[in-house]
């Protein structure tokens, strides 16, 4: 549902949709999810414009996925590797 919500643009429903699923995969012990459920948190962040949080998100995601030998783990780098990208480059116009 937290993926709907983002892509109709309704945000706050998609962050708090993104969360409860992450409170039960956490809850369940439920890796996999537990990984995606951040990776998407990261993205939501990322579309909002919150680099630093996206960067946070997406960390801790790959240290999941990673753990747990995911298949997620490519893309994952992928993502954080763009939105380390825009993170550096908004940090840097503001040091300016």
């Known amino acids: 549902l937290g993926v709907l919500a983002q892509d109709l643009k309704d945000y706050d429903e998609a962050r708090k949709s993104l969360r409860e699923g992450l409170a039960l995969y956490r809850e369940l012990g439920d890796q996999e999810n537990i990984g995606n459920a951040l990776g998407q948190l ?10 630093d949080e ?4 997406l960390k801790q995601a790959l240290e999941v996925f990673e753990k747990n030998k995911s298949m997620a783990v490519e893309k994952c780098k992928q993502d954080l590797k763009r939105v380390s990208k825009l993170a550096s480059q908004v940090n840097n116009r503001v040091a300016r």
């Not at 990261?42 to 680099?51: D, N, T, W």
């Open 54 to 57: 996206a960067e946070r998100f």
């Open 42 to 51: 990261g993205l939501l962040a990322e579309v909002e414009g919150h680099y």
